[in-house]
């Protein structure tokens, strides 16, 4: 059940602009046991609009998160690029605030705990995640994990139960958190007067400039510029003490907070340069809604010439996938299969276009003439476990920000 969200979540204000719109999508993790359960699909609509008082974008509708998030199917240590940025993340911060073993670092959305695990030489640990299912996972494999939402309320208990905390990390969760202000004005409360609150996001600038509408899903919620993250922490009590660009996930931003003090330069630096180049304002945005448009009639044209040259199959039964296959209408018609390495995923059929999940074992089995990464944001790892595929003559194709054989 989908709830329409009215006004903005950072600001309060209403009548937020419409943007664009991909229709009525399915939950991008409700992965299907098989036709039994077609009947049983539901779907929701998934559209973005935009707030001209604080920039924010945000979805139009939401749903439950207990009915996303209670039981969850992805999991980061698949990703060796993850398993790769948490050791980088644990030397950079035991070198930048020298972490010592009484000092408390905690997690947010800790998933599996992967990105934990390498603090665990240098401090205590906590991880926060609401999927019992994978939180259950994270403390038989060593890493203390709570299996609840995070809010206020929440902050406060953790901080009297655990002690403050010199880092919490918030790794790509920002986006799906429905009462934004809460959620961060918790972490105020449980940080240490000089701890650092760790955002990742997805960063608005990058998907907007390489079309990367398939970023947008029911589990994301807000889109942010550093203007409206500045906006959200001095709304929370909080300053937006540095800002930095990663290459995860297509483009993503590390905002970084405190309790209090002046801000490093990077963040006056990202405020100029959004308002200079217009992402402050909506004419970009009506510029990617119009792109999105156009790719949703290149991409499939594009699959089916290559169709006629030999098979297609995919790589990578991400959410991107599922709302890219979805709003292109791109099916079994012209994608056979979709390979992955989760478990979890293999043997069950793609949500919203049916497509079946197979091991990643299949690529070198079957050989498709072409395999479409549906997970771009992991092309160059993608790419290097297949190699022997591409060595055999397969070919790649990224369908962002248009289709092309790479």
Same mark, same amino acid.
């Given at each position: 059940m989908a709830t329409p969200i009215p006004n903005c979540r950072i600001c309060g204000t209403p009548a937020l602009e419409p943007i664009l719109s991909l229709g009525d999508m399915p939950p991008v993790n409700s992965f299907l046991n098989g036709p039994a359960d077609f009947a049983k699909e539901t779907k929701a609509p998934l559209a973005i609009a935009? #707030?001209?008082? #604080?920039?924010?974008? +945000?979805?139009? !509708?939401? %749903?439950?998160?207990?009915?996303?998030?209670?039981?969850?199917?992805?999991?980061s240590a698949m990703s060796e690029t993850i398993v790769r940025w948490g050791h980088q993340l644990a030397a950079r911060y035991a070198s930048e605030i020298s972490l010592k073993s009484t000092q408390l670092v905690a997690e947010l959305a800790s998933n599996d705990g992967c990105i934990l695990k390498p603090f665990r030489s240098h401090c205590r640990v906590l991880g926060v995640e609401p999927a019992k299912n994978i939180a259950e996972v994270a403390n038989k494999d060593g890493v203390p994990t709570v299996a609840e939402f995070f809010n206020h309320a929440m902050g406060q208990k953790l901080r009297e139960e655990h002690g403050p905390a010199e880092l919490i990390m918030a790794r790509n969760v920002l986006a799906h958190v429905p009462d934004l202000v809460d959620f961060v004005k918790g972490v105020r409360h449980w940080l240490s007067d000089d701890g650092i609150f760790h955002v990742e996001a997805p960063y608005l600038k990058p998907m907007v400039d390489h079309l990367e509408f398939d970023t947008i899903y029911h589990e994301h919620l807000s889109y942010f510029s550093v203007t409206?993250?500045?906006?959200?922490?001095?709304?929370?009590?909080?300053? %937006?003490?540095?800002?930095?660009?990663?290459?995860? !996930?297509?483009?993503?931003?590390?905002?970084?907070?405190?309790? +209090?003090?002046?801000?490093?330069?990077?963040?006056?630096?990202?405020?100029?340069?959004?308002?200079?180049?217009?992402?402050?304002?909506?004419g970009k945005l009506h510029a990617f809604a119009?792109?999105?448009?156009?790719?949703?009639?290149?991409?499939?044209?594009?699959?089916?010439?290559?169709?006629?040259?030999?098979?297609? @199959?995919?790589?990578? @039964?991400?959410?991107?996938?599922? =709302?890219?296959?979805?709003? #292109? +209408?791109?099916?079994?018609?012209?994608?056979?299969?979709?390979?992955?390495?989760?478990?979890?995923? +293999?043997?069950?059929?793609?949500?919203?276009? !049916?497509?079946? =999940? =197979?091991?990643?074992?299949?690529? %070198?089995?079957?050989?498709?003439? !072409?395999?479409?990464?549906?997970?771009?944001?992991?092309?160059?790892?993608?790419?290097?476990q297949q190699d022997a595929y591409r060595q055999a003559g397969g070919k790649f194709v990224v369908p962002v920000p248009f289709p092309q054989v790479r």
């Open positions: 935009f #707030c001209a008082t #604080c920039s924010h974008v +945000q979805l139009t !509708h939401q %749903l439950d998160p207990k009915d996303v998030f209670t039981d969850y199917i992805y999991f409206a993250l500045e906006r959200l922490f001095k709304e929370a009590g909080m300053v %937006l003490w540095d800002v930095e660009e990663i290459p995860l !996930h297509g483009g993503s931003l590390i905002a970084r907070g405190k309790r +209090q003090g002046p801000a490093k330069p990077s963040v006056a630096q990202y405020l100029a340069m959004e308002k200079a180049e217009g992402y402050t304002a909506n119009e792109g999105t448009r156009k790719l949703k009639t290149a991409l499939p044209e594009f699959l089916t010439e290559l169709k006629k040259k030999g098979t297609v @199959a995919a790589y990578g @039964a991400a959410a991107k996938g599922v =709302v890219l296959t979805n709003y #292109c +209408q791109i099916g079994t018609d012209l994608i056979s299969w979709v390979a992955d390495r989760s478990p979890y995923k +293999q043997g069950k059929l793609t949500p919203g276009m !049916h497509i079946p =999940v =197979v091991g990643a074992e299949k690529v %070198l089995e079957e050989k498709p003439t !072409h395999l479409v990464v549906l997970a771009w944001n992991f092309f160059d790892e993608i790419v290097k």
